[in-house]
C-alpha cells in the first residue's frame, strides 16, 4: 500500500511569490491534515479537509488555504510569500478526522525556501 | 491551555541504556497521547498511542506511562539502540470535530554506539 506522497520535495521561492504544495493521502483515507514544522515553532496545526470541506484549522493567515478535491488528493497554497514561511510542510491523512482510533500517517513533507 | 510541554529538548543515551522523555499538559479534555517519531528528511511516524484509561502501554522497547492525576506522561525506551536515533514527539487530541492535535516540541535522542 503506498504511503502518503507530496510534491515537489523541495521548493524555492522569493518573498512576495506565491506557492502550491500538494499531497495524495493513502489509498481510502478520506482526511487530509497540513502542518507546519520549523525549528522554532515545532510542529503546527494548519488545517484538515475530510470529504472536500475544512474541517478544522490552526491559527495561521488567510495567506495560507488549502482545498480538497473528490479523490481526497489536496492542495495548499500560500500566497505573498514572507521569509517566516520558510518550513517543512507535512501532511498526514486518515481514514476519518484525525484523532482517536483515526491513526495519522505523515508524508514525507515538502521544503519550502524563501528567499 | 493547548500546549504540551515536552522535556528534555535533546538526551544523549549510551547502546543499551534507557531514554526516558517526558511530557505534561493542562487541557484535561485531551484523551489520546501518541507519540511520533521522526528521521532526518522523513515525516513523523507513530510509535505507540495510549488514552488515560489506563496507567502504562508497552510495545516492544517502548512503553507510555501516563498519570491522570499529574497530567504527565512519558515514553521509555529499553535498551535503546543508535537506530533509536531521531526526534521523538508526544502529542495530545481532543477527537472531537473541531478540535486539533498538538504537538510538544521535540526531543533529539541520541544513542552512543
Known amino acids: 500500500k503506498a504511503g502518503v506522497t507530496q510534491t515537489p520535495r523541495y521548493l524555492i521561492k522569493t518573498r512576495g511569490q506565491q506557492v502550491t504544495l500538494s499531497c495524495s493521502p493513502i489509498?481510502?483515507?478520506?482526511?487530509v491534515s497540513w502542518y507546519q514544522q520549523t525549528p522554532g515553532q515545532g510542529l503546527q496545526f494548519l488545517f484538515e479537509?475530510?470529504?472536500?470541506?475544512?474541517?478544522n484549522k490552526g491559527n495561521f493567515p488567510g495567506r495560507f488555504s488549502g482545498r480538497q478535491f473528490s479523490n481526497s488528493r489536496s492542495e495548499m497554497n500560500v500566497s505573498t510569500l514572507e521569509l517566516g514561511d520558510s518550513a517543512l510542510y507535512l501532511c498526514?491523512?486518515?481514514?476519518?478526522?484525525?484523532?482517536?482510533?483515526?491513526?495519522?500517517?505523515f508524508g514525507p513533507g515538502t521544503r519550502l525556501t524563501v528567499l | 491551555q493547548q500546549q504540551v510541554k515536552q522535556s528534555p529538548q535533546s538526551l544523549i543515551v549510551q547502546k543499551g541504556g534507557i531514554s526516558i522523555i517526558n511530557c505534561a499538559y493542562e487541557?484535561?479534555?485531551?484523551?489520546?497521547f501518541p507519540w511520533y517519531q521522526q528521521f532526518p528528511g522523513k515525516g513523523p511516524a507513530l510509535l505507540i498511542a495510549?488514552?488515560?484509561?489506563?496507567s502504562e502501554k508497552k510495545e516492544g522497547r517502548f512503553t507510555i506511562s501516563f498519570n491522570k492525576s499529574a497530567k504527565q506522561f512519558s515514553l521509555h525506551i529499553m535498551d535503546s539502540q543508535p537506530g533509536d536515533s531521531a526526534t521523538y514527539f508526544c502529542?495530545?487530541?481532543?477527537?472531537?470535530?473541531?478540535?486539533?492535535?498538538?504537538f510538544g516540541p521535540g526531543t533529539r535522542l541520541s544513542v552512543l554506539p
Open positions: 489509498s481510502g483515507h478520506r482526511s
Open positions: 479537509y475530510f470529504s472536500e470541506t475544512q474541517r
Open positions: 487541557n484535561t479534555a485531551f484523551d489520546y
Open positions: 498526514a491523512s486518515s481514514r476519518g478526522l484525525a484523532g482517536g482510533s483515526n491513526e495519522q500517517f
Open positions: 495510549i488514552r488515560p484509561d489506563v
Open positions: 502529542a495530545a487530541n481532543v477527537p472531537v470535530y473541531g478540535q486539533n492535535f498538538v
